[in-house]
C-alpha cells in the first residue's frame, strides 16, 4: 500500500526515536531490542513528529538537502517500509 503525501506518520506505541551517541546514529528502541539506522533513514525519521504530514517532511528534507535533488519518492518509498516493518503508522 503506497504512502499518500497528506498522511501524517508517527511512530506506533513502545517505539522511541533518538541519537545514540555510543552507536554515532539514530536509532529506534522498541521492547524488544534497537535499529541502528543509516544517514537517510535518521533524517527522515527525525521529522516525524506525529503532526506534520508526508509532504511537509519532504519539503523539509528538500530545503536541509538541496543538492540532492526530489526526495518524495524516495521518502514515501522508505515511510512505507517503515510501516511494513510496524515501526510507523500513518493517519
Known sequence: MEVGMYEVPRFRRGFRFQWEPA??????????GMVK???????ILNEV?????VADIVASLEQQFPDAGPLGKDVSEFLQDARHQHWIELS
Open 37 to 43: 539506522l543509516n544517514g537517510s533513514a535518521g533524517a
Open 49 to 53: 513528529d506525529g503532526q506534520r504530514t
Open 23 to 32: 552507536q554515532e546514529s539514530y536509532v529506534l528502541l522498541y521492547p524488544e
